[in-house]
């Protein structure tokens, strides 16, 4: 079997053009464009691309882009009271603060401060929480977009075996809760799994979120699964690699995402379409369709 080749680009333009249809339907009801506040600190060459694509995904379908930068020495209460007042300001419809934090700025703290209704990443708990409870608001942008991918190549979800390989609050957590409420029956494995290949071996959809290139092996995969590889990892020639060994996968699996071009691009196409979400909270009352 050689696996199909799940197209992130692909999937992630449609969802381009729904937001876009729907920015143009509210300016046509005399609707503002959705507002966007980036918040970048430090240096770090990893973030400093992941944030100009996204403000370059604002450009591209009319969200009003607000980019912040903050050098990496600002001190946690400063970063907390810009927060604040991105919070008050009723023209900011989400704030994304690009994680990780340099130094000693406590993430936790960062995401607990945002307004939930503002929370375009996903990450605050009351938005965990609420997935948690399927009744999701701003859900996770990564796990969503594996969804979305999912979704796309026509997956049922119901009493399939999902594994996901990665227990961060980022990703392997909110995919367990997508997962799950989905219908699947879902193992969660990390560090402290004891046989990651007998778990791997009976994944009919597989997930997996480590930051270890070819940490999966390709003669792990079960014939015929799904395998959706979120890892991103640049090796000593430059090169993008996932966590899963591609040649070999691609071998066994029904379906496979590549990397880059997989996942990443819903990430990005999944932060628009919270920050529409998070638009429409935001209308007045009569507005709301
Ligand atoms: P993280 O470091 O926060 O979490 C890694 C997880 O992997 C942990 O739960 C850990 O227990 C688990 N792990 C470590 N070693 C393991 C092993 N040998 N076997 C099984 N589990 C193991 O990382 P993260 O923030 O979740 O990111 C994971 C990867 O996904 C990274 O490569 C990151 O760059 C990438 N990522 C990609 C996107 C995207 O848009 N494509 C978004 C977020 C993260």
Avoid at 193 to 220: C, F, Q, S
Avoid at 238 to 248: A, I, N, S
């Amino acid at each position: 079997m050689t696996a199909k080749i799940i197209d992130g680009k692909t999937v992630a333009a449609r969802v381009y053009t729904l937001v876009r249809t729907d920015i143009a339907a509210r300016a046509s009801r005399g609707l503002r464009p959705p507002a966007l506040a980036t918040v970048l600190i430090g240096n770090d060459p990893a973030s400093e691309i992941y944030v100009r694509n996204k403000r370059a995904a604002c450009q591209e379908l009319g969200i009003r882009s607000l980019p912040i930068e903050l050098s990496a020495a600002t001190p946690q209460a400063q970063l907390l009271s810009e927060i604040d007042r991105l919070n008050s300001d009723s023209s900011v419809d989400g704030i994304l603060v690009q994680l990780p934090l340099p130094g000693v700025l406590d993430s936790a703290a960062v995401i607990e401060r945002i307004r939930p209704d503002k929370d375009v990443d996903g990450f605050h708990p009351y938005n965990v929480g609420r997935l948690a409870q399927r009744i999701p608001l701003l859900r996770p942008c990564t796990p969503a977009g594996v969804m979305v991918l999912l979704e796309s190549i026509g997956e049922k979800f119901h009493g399939r075996q999902a594994v996901i390989v990665g227990a961060s609050n980022i990703v392997g957590r909110p995919m367990a809760l997508e997962l799950l409420r989905a219908g699947a029956v879902v193992t969660i494995t990390h560090r402290f799994t004891r046989d990651l290949r007998a778990d791997i071996e009976k994944a009919e959809i597989l997930v997996v979120a480590v930051g270890k290139p070819g940490l999966v092996k390709g003669d792990w995969i079960r014939p015929g699964a799904t395998v959706i590889d979120v890892g991103i990892n640049r090796m000593p020639d430059g090169r993008l690699v996932g966590d899963v060994e591609f040649e070999g996968t691609k071998e066994r699996a029904a379906y496979l995402t590549p990397v880059p071009g997989g996942v990443g691009p819903m990430t990005v196409a999944m932060l628009m379409q919270n920050t529409l979400a998070a638009a429409r909270l935001h209308d007045g009352p009569t507005e709301r369709s």
